[in-house]
């Protein structure tokens, strides 16, 4: 996989199993501007269509990998931006699932539901897993800084009717931060908004990682227990910790490999190496000299992650 650009992993996810991930987009290109993203910020705000890559190139990396035996649990077409802005994204889900079985998952902001050829391809996916930060006009604006075209009541509508129509699993995620949206007026909005969802799972997220705007901070243990107890939602950082691999031989590779894709802290990275029986070293010495990557402290602990 040393050749691929738009597979990697399988990455454990605490949702998904071991997941091989599928990224068809130019990294942190997107149609929101989250104040939270672990990415960063978003350096393309577009919400127009774009042939980031030919279909046929992405479908030979997943042949290879396929090839090569490797477990994993289910594919996710996430990566470094909002996959639903590849305008060939109805013909990849097609060609994956001509190749495996495996569950299709798509990780997405769910902004651009209103468009029938999203709508479309997404219909054919096992699982959507849509965030919802927004629970009113002032939040959504607030919280995604989202592109002008990009109104709450397009994009909650459209993810109404869509839960009306998908056959699949729809597995929602809300991103709770302290001061923000962790109020009884967030909490009253966000059960006012999913009374109208036809949704299987809801998930609670708070930024355990360097969200893009320094301000954000997680939420007290009292505050995110009320909202999994009112909404019945399930919080993400209280289930297993994921663990990372990569077939990557040379190990400093296989961590790039990640990164590209994942940031990770210190302590991950140990594990991460710790796993593939390597050394450590003076790895972090060499991280700190790549230039492609950054080290951002948070929470009292260094992450790692690419530029």
């Given at each position: 996989?040393?050749?691929?650009?738009?597979?990697?992993?399988?990455?454990?996810?605490?949702?998904?199993?071991?997941?091989?991930?599928?990224?068809?987009?130019?990294?942190?290109?997107?149609?929101?501007?989250?104040?939270?993203?672990?990415?960063?910020?978003?350096?393309?705000?577009?919400?127009?269509?774009?042939?980031?890559?030919?279909?046929?190139?992405?479908?030979?990396?997943?042949?290879?990998?396929?090839?090569?035996?490797?477990?994993?649990?289910?594919?996710?077409?996430?990566?470094?931006?909002?996959?639903?802005?590849?305008?060939?994204?109805?013909?990849?889900?097609?060609?994956?699932?001509?190749?495996?079985?495996?569950?299709?998952?798509?990780?997405?902001?769910?902004?651009?539901?209103?468009?029938?050829?999203?709508?479309k391809a997404l219909l054919k996916c096992d699982i959507v897993l849509p965030s919802i930060n927004g629970y009113d006009p002032l939040s959504h604006i607030k919280i995604n800084r989202p592109?002008?075209?990009?109104?709450?009541?397009?994009?909650?509508?459209?993810?109404?009717?869509?839960?009306?129509?998908?056959?699949?699993?729809?597995?929602?995620?809300?991103?709770?931060?302290?001061?923000?949206?962790?109020?009884?007026?967030?909490?009253?909005?966000?059960?006012?908004?999913?009374?109208?969802?036809?949704?299987?799972?809801?998930?609670?997220?708070?930024?355990?990682?360097?969200?893009?705007?320094?301000?954000?901070?997680?939420?007290?243990?009292?505050?995110?227990?009320?909202?999994?107890?009112?909404?019945?939602?399930?919080?993400?950082?209280?289930?297993?910790?994921?663990?990372?691999?990569?077939?990557?031989?040379?190990?400093?590779?296989?961590?790039?490999?990640?990164?590209?894709?994942?940031?990770?802290?210190?302590?991950?990275?140990?594990?991460?190496?710790?796993?593939?029986?390597?050394?450590?070293?003076?790895?972090?010495?060499?991280?700190?000299?790549?230039?492609?990557?950054?080290?951002?402290?948070?929470?009292?602990?260094?992450?790692?992650?690419?530029?």
């Amino acid at each position: 996989m040393e050749n691929n650009h738009y597979v990697y992993g399988p990455i454990s996810s605490r949702r998904l199993g071991q997941s091989l991930g599928i990224s068809p987009m130019l990294k942190k290109t997107c149609n929101y501007n989250c104040i939270y993203c672990q990415l960063g910020h978003t350096h393309f705000l577009t919400n127009r269509f774009n042939h980031f890559v030919d279909v046929e190139v992405i479908l030979k990396e997943i042949d290879a990998v396929l090839k090569t035996g490797i477990e994993f649990d289910t594919i996710s077409i996430a990566g470094n931006g909002e996959p639903t802005l590849y305008d060939a994204l109805e013909a990849l889900i097609a060609g994956i699932k001509s190749k495996t079985t495996k569950p299709l998952a798509i990780i997405t902001n769910g902004a651009l539901l209103y468009e029938e050829r999203v709508k479309k391809a997404l219909l054919k996916c096992d699982i959507v897993l849509p965030s919802i930060n927004g629970y009113d006009p002032l939040s959504h604006i607030k919280i995604n800084r989202p592109h002008k075209a990009l109104d709450f009541k397009k994009v909650s509508q459209a993810l109404i009717d869509f839960s009306r129509e998908f056959k699949g699993e729809l597995w929602l995620e809300i991103m709770l931060m302290k001061s923000i949206n962790d109020s009884d007026q967030a909490l009253k909005g966000y059960l006012k908004l999913l009374e109208n969802i036809n949704y299987d799972k809801l998930y609670l997220n708070v930024p355990v990682r360097p969200p893009s705007e320094k301000h954000i901070e997680i939420p007290t243990d009292d505050c995110i227990q009320k909202f999994a107890n009112k909404l019945n939602a399930i919080p993400i950082h209280q289930l297993a910790s994921p663990e990372y691999k990569s077939t990557i031989a040379e190990d400093y590779e296989a961590l790039i490999s990640i990164l590209k894709h994942h940031p990770l802290n210190q302590f991950e990275i140990i594990a991460f190496l710790k796993a593939r029986n390597a050394d450590d070293g003076d790895v972090f010495n060499t991280l700190d000299q790549d230039s492609n990557i950054e080290c951002i402290h948070y929470k009292n602990l260094k992450t790692y992650r690419y530029k």
